[in-house]
């Protein structure tokens, strides 16, 4: 298939293929294309919903085959990933068999299917399967993003109205019963042939998401706790408790969804109790009240926050609204969403209808009531302004107005005046504080119009903050009015008061804070997310003032509330995530020689990949290739990089990882054994592992690094326990021993317990082996051995 013509005349829709192309979409749009977008070209209503489902299936099929592509060397395509599974079903759908004429039904269903189709697309879903009166739809692959349990669950609540609306000729009310559960599973190769060809997704999740459609009533939308967790504060809940579902030992929580809540914003959603203080950020809040005192005297100024996820932009932005709250002002707030990066003046919208309150199943006239009175209210210019914003929200007028007939682009010019209209209203009657957030997301004309606010805004009481990622690209020239902060991450310090914020004052195990700080990195988010997980494990016991640790602690996984955002950024770059996943499996850190024998990629494709994630800042880059190092911009993306190979893969690349040290890079060798010996461990090759633990330990024995002897030698004593028991073994373990009791001698003391436990181990391994202790190996232990009368 060469274009978009022959793709409309593969699904019968050619017709359009002339529109298509006079407004220059191309394949590389085509999946951006939203309902609106559709409605906008003139194509019909039934062929809107068609289109919508082919662009989904075409979605999930460009993503795969490009994933395909980038693939160099045939290995397993399956991958570990969290996934939002829906089931939706039709319900009483044998009745209407029974009663229906079969072609009659197909009608119905075919118009059901539709229905649905759509509304899976415009929330970035794909369907997987279409089950009769069924349908099976993954939220989160094959692309990821930040929020897709919050799109599956806003997508099963616009199921239930939307099926209900359905217009048939059967004379009843068509309804619907939705299951939604988020959970870890392996997507694997297609599987079927031709229609039924489908992901294969093994795990729990699948499973939870049809009991939980099966368990619900007529007309209502369940979701699992992980979901719940997920969505929390964007929707209202009815708590059902655990609830009894065929193939669970013990009753499960579900949550009914009842609708969405009333939070503003993604993040006020996810902080639903009240804001807690900034850590970190006095400069960058003092900066802000400087501007602000400026805007309030009537010099507006714009302010823009760049920063990776999670860094506290938004955070700041309700902290400098509740610094303001008792001095008068008008706050006006704008959210961009990636969902409508397409949608013209999304975020001014939005706004709109809820500053003007409108509630669901109000009239058009009912809303523009309230639109009229909104805007009449704050003493905006009624005839310029109402008609306008009113054609903007496809309301009708009243007789007051008339809205002339006009080009399109005059038709623009007249609603971006009328915004700014509204806005110079609001300063006239007293300092306006504007708050437009995650501008990277914001569509074209939004951006034009925030343009055109800049040009004005010196001469109005108005200080606009604008939220973004480091990728924004501000579409305007530099002004002398506007400043740009760049937030850093937390230091250290700052990141431990943090953590104590999140437990209450409570201190935790130093090892604990050390893991929690060393894997976050300073980001806010990550320290909040990764602390309230640790928390929430059963690991730690509360004490008065502290908490200690009830069992050793394990490696920590990537909390639940980080991982699709993670993913989402790796997914964004799927034809080079592989050679991501690659470097994740060697470290922290890799160097790009190192990289180029593992992928066995061509030179030309390694370096424009690693390029791309650098671009992407995802990795930093050190040093000109071939000398080149790269470095992870945070633990958690390395783990989520690495989360996504099946173990099988993981271990082989650790395999070949190893092969490739020692055959290339015999002085890390030489210099790091522990290095190999951790990729051979990682790979399963256990026997070969303990040898370079062995090696490692002795190493850093005869530099008095005890504490890093000891730590490598427990390591190597642990392989050994996969292996088959006898001599060969006994022998081995014998040596560990004997390197690490003089160790232990010298950082615990010669009568420490753990010096002694280990020494008497050591007697019971020669008495085994009919062997007399290594009198000769070192002259403490001969003391020690005497002093214990071997």
């Given at each position: 298939?060469?274009?978009?013509?022959?793709?409309?005349?593969?699904?019968?829709?050619?017709?359009?293929?002339?529109?298509?192309?006079?407004?220059?979409?191309?394949?590389?749009?085509?999946s951006?294309l939203?309902?609106?977008?559709?409605?906008?070209?003139?194509?019909?209503?039934?062929?809107?919903?068609k289109?919508?489902?082919?662009?989904?299936?075409?979605?999930?099929?460009?993503?795969?085959?490009?994933?395909?592509?980038?693939?160099?060397?045939p290995r397993?395509?399956?991958?570990?990933?969290?996934?939002?599974?829906?089931?939706?079903?039709?319900?009483?759908?044998?009745?209407?068999?029974?009663?229906?004429?079969?072609?009659d039904?197909?009608?119905?269903?075919?118009a059901?299917?539709?229905?649905?189709?759509?509304?899976?697309?415009r929330?970035?879903?794909?369907?997987?399967?279409?089950?009769?009166?069924?349908?099976?739809?993954?939220?989160?692959?094959?692309?990821?993003?930040?929020?897709?349990?919050?799109?599956?669950?806003?997508?099963?609540?616009?199921?239930v109205?939307?099926?209900?609306?359905l217009q048939?000729?059967?004379?009843?009310?068509?309804?619907?019963?939705?299951?939604?559960?988020?959970?870890?599973?392996?997507?694997?190769?297609?599987?079927?042939?031709?229609?039924?060809?489908?992901?294969?997704?093994?795990?729990?999740?699948?499973?939870?998401?049809?009991?939980?459609?099966?368990?619900?009533?007529?007309?209502?939308?369940?979701?699992?706790?992980?979901?719940?967790?997920?969505?929390d504060?964007?929707?209202?809940?009815?708590?059902?408790?655990?609830?009894?579902?065929?193939?669970?030992?013990?009753?499960?929580?579900?949550?009914?969804?009842?609708?969405?809540?009333?939070?503003?914003?993604?993040?006020?959603?996810?902080?639903k109790?009240?804001?807690?203080?900034?850590?970190?950020?006095d400069?960058?809040?003092e900066?802000?009240?400087?501007?602000?005192?400026?805007?309030?005297?009537?010099?507006?100024?714009?302010?823009?926050?760049?920063?990776?996820?999670?860094?506290?932009?938004?955070?700041?932005?309700?902290?400098?609204?509740?610094?303001?709250?008792?001095?008068?002002?008008?706050?006006v707030?704008?959210?961009?969403?990636?969902?409508?990066?397409n949608?013209?003046?999304?975020?001014?919208?939005?706004?709109?209808?809820?500053?003007?309150?409108?509630?669901?199943?109000?009239?058009?006239?009912?809303k523009?009531?309230?639109?009229?009175?909104?805007?009449?209210?704050?003493?905006?210019?009624?005839?310029?302004v109402?008609?306008?914003?009113?054609?903007?929200?496809?309301l009708?007028?009243?007789?007051?107005?008339?809205?002339?007939?006009?080009?399109?682009?005059?038709?623009?010019?007249?609603?971006?005046?009328?915004?700014?209209?509204?806005?110079?209203?609001?300063?006239?009657?007293?300092?306006?504080?504007?708050?437009?957030?995650?501008?990277?997301?914001?569509?074209?004309?939004?951006?034009?119009?925030?343009?055109i606010?800049?040009?004005?805004?010196?001469?109005?009481?108005?200080?606009?903050?604008?939220?973004?990622r480091?990728?924004?690209?501000?579409?305007?020239?530099?002004?002398?009015?506007?400043?740009?902060?760049?937030?850093?991450?937390?230091?250290?310090?700052?990141?431990?008061?943090?953590?104590?914020?999140?437990?209450?004052?409570?201190?935790l195990?130093?090892e604990?804070?050390?893991?929690?700080?060393?894997?976050?990195?300073?980001?806010p988010?990550?320290?909040?997310?990764?602390?309230?997980?640790?928390?929430?494990?059963?690991?730690?016991?509360?004490?008065?003032?502290?908490?200690?640790?009830?069992?050793?602690?394990?490696?920590?996984?990537?909390?639940?509330?980080?991982?699709?955002?993670?993913?989402?950024?790796?997914?964004?770059?799927a034809?080079?995530?592989?050679v991501a996943?690659?470097?994740?499996?060697?470290?922290?850190?890799f160097?790009?020689?190192?990289?180029?024998?593992v992928?066995?990629?061509?030179?030309?494709t390694?370096?424009?990949?690693?390029?791309?994630?650098?671009?992407?800042?995802?990795?930093?880059?050190?040093?000109?290739?071939?000398?080149?190092?790269?470095?992870?911009?945070?633990?958690?993306?390395?783990?989520?990089?690495?989360?996504?190979?099946?173990?099988?893969?993981?271990a082989?690349?650790?395999?070949?990882?190893?092969?490739?040290?020692?055959q290339?890079?015999?002085?890390?060798?030489?210099?790091?054994?522990?290095?190999?010996?951790?990729?051979?461990?990682?790979?399963?090759?256990?026997?070969?592992?303990?040898?370079?633990?062995?090696?490692a330990?002795?190493?850093?024995?005869?530099?008095?690094?005890?504490?890093?002897a000891?730590?490598?030698?427990?390591?190597?004593?642990?392989?050994?326990?996969?292996?088959?028991?006898?001599?060969?073994?006994?022998?081995?373990?014998?040596?560990?021993?004997?390197a690490?009791?003089?160790?232990?001698?010298?950082?615990?003391?010669p009568?420490?317990?753990?010096?002694?436990?280990?020494?008497?181990?050591?007697?019971?391994?020669?008495?085994?082996?009919?062997?007399?202790?290594?009198?000769?190996?070192?002259?403490?232990?001969?003391?020690?051995?005497?002093?214990?009368?071997?």
């Amino acid at each position: 298939m060469t274009g978009t013509a022959e793709w409309l005349a593969s699904i019968g829709l050619g017709e359009y293929a002339q529109r298509f192309a006079e407004n220059a979409i191309d394949f590389s749009v085509v999946s951006d294309l939203t309902e609106q977008d559709l409605k906008d070209l003139g194509v019909l209503l039934g062929h809107r919903r068609k289109l919508l489902r082919a662009i989904a299936e075409l979605k999930s099929e460009v993503l795969v085959s490009v994933r395909t592509a980038a693939k160099p060397a045939p290995r397993d395509s399956a991958e570990r990933r969290q996934l939002t599974v829906m089931f939706c079903d039709l319900v009483d759908s044998s009745a209407l068999a029974a009663r229906l004429d079969p072609e009659d039904l197909r009608s119905v269903i075919g118009a059901y299917h539709d229905c649905i189709a759509g509304v899976i697309a415009r929330n970035e879903g794909v369907i997987a399967r279409y089950m009769g009166d069924g349908v099976l739809a993954y939220f989160g692959y094959p692309q990821a993003h930040e929020d897709d349990a919050e799109q599956a669950t806003r997508a099963g609540l616009t199921l239930v109205d939307a099926v209900a609306n359905l217009q048939t000729d059967i004379g009843t009310r068509l309804q619907v019963r939705v299951g939604i559960a988020t959970g870890m599973v392996v997507v694997g190769d297609l599987t079927g042939e031709g229609a039924a060809k489908e992901h294969a997704v093994i795990g729990e999740t699948p499973n939870l998401a049809a009991r939980l459609q099966q368990f619900a009533e007529p007309g209502m939308v369940l979701i699992s706790e992980s979901t719940h967790q997920l969505t929390d504060g964007h929707f209202e809940y009815r708590d059902l408790g655990p609830v009894a579902l065929k193939g669970w030992a013990e009753p499960i929580p579900a949550w009914q969804v009842l609708g969405i809540s009333g939070a503003e914003s993604r993040f006020e959603a996810q902080h639903k109790t009240r804001l807690t203080s900034l850590i970190g950020r006095d400069e960058e809040i003092e900066l802000l009240l400087r501007r602000w005192r400026h805007a309030a005297s009537g010099e507006g100024c714009v302010v823009v926050l760049t920063g990776e996820p999670g860094i506290g932009k938004s955070h700041i932005a309700l902290a400098l609204q509740e610094r303001l709250q008792a001095e008068p002002h008008i706050t006006v707030r704008h959210f961009c969403s990636a969902h409508h990066a397409n949608s013209a003046l999304y975020p001014f919208i939005v706004n709109l209808e809820r500053a003007a309150r409108f509630e669901r199943g109000e009239t058009p006239t009912e809303k523009f009531a309230k639109l009229e009175a909104l805007l009449l209210r704050f003493g905006a210019d009624a005839d310029r302004v109402v008609p306008a914003l009113a054609n903007l929200l496809s309301l009708p007028l009243c007789d007051r107005y008339r809205l002339p007939e006009m080009t399109p682009q005059t038709r623009k010019d007249m609603t971006l005046a009328a915004f700014l209209a509204q806005l110079e209203a609001l300063a006239a009657r007293q300092p306006v504080f504007v708050i437009f957030e995650d501008a990277h997301w914001a569509d074209p004309t939004s951006l034009e119009l925030l343009a055109i606010t800049l040009e004005k805004l010196p001469r109005l009481r108005v200080l606009l903050l604008i939220t973004a990622r480091p990728e924004f690209a501000p579409p305007w020239p530099g002004h002398a009015h506007v400043t740009t902060i760049s937030f850093t991450r937390l230091s250290r310090r700052n990141g431990a008061a943090l953590v104590e914020r999140v437990t209450a004052g409570k201190t935790l195990p130093e090892e604990v804070m050390h893991q929690i700080l060393a894997r976050t990195d300073g980001v806010p988010l990550f320290v909040e997310e990764l602390t309230k997980a640790v928390l929430e494990t059963g690991l730690l016991q509360e004490r008065d003032d502290h908490y200690t640790l009830s069992r050793p602690l394990p490696s920590m996984a990537i909390p639940t509330t980080l991982s699709a955002s993670l993913m989402a950024r790796l997914d964004r770059l799927a034809p080079v995530k592989y050679v991501a996943q690659i470097g994740a499996v060697v470290g922290r850190e890799f160097s790009y020689e190192l990289l180029s024998a593992v992928a066995e990629l061509p030179r030309q494709t390694l370096e424009e990949a690693l390029a791309q994630l650098v671009r992407a800042e995802l990795i930093f880059c050190r040093g000109e290739i071939p000398r080149a190092v790269y470095t992870f911009k945070h633990a958690l993306v390395r783990d989520a990089a690495e989360s996504g190979l099946l173990k099988s893969r993981r271990a082989t690349l650790h395999a070949t990882i190893a092969d490739v040290f020692e055959q290339q890079f015999p002085e890390i060798v030489e210099a790091q054994p522990e290095t190999l010996a951790l990729h051979l461990t990682e790979a399963g090759l256990f026997e070969k592992a303990g040898e370079y633990w062995l090696q490692a330990g002795r190493k850093a024995a005869m530099r008095s690094a005890n504490l890093e002897a000891i730590a490598h030698l427990r390591k190597g004593i642990e392989v050994l326990a996969h292996l088959a028991d006898g001599a060969r073994k006994d022998r081995r373990e014998l040596d560990f021993q004997f390197a690490l009791g003089p160790c232990l001698i010298a950082t615990q003391g010669p009568a420490s317990p753990h010096a002694v436990a280990i020494f008497a181990r050591a007697r019971e391994l020669c008495q085994r082996l009919e062997a007399p202790p290594r009198a000769t190996t070192n002259h403490v232990l001969v003391d020690h051995r005497e002093r214990h009368s071997w």
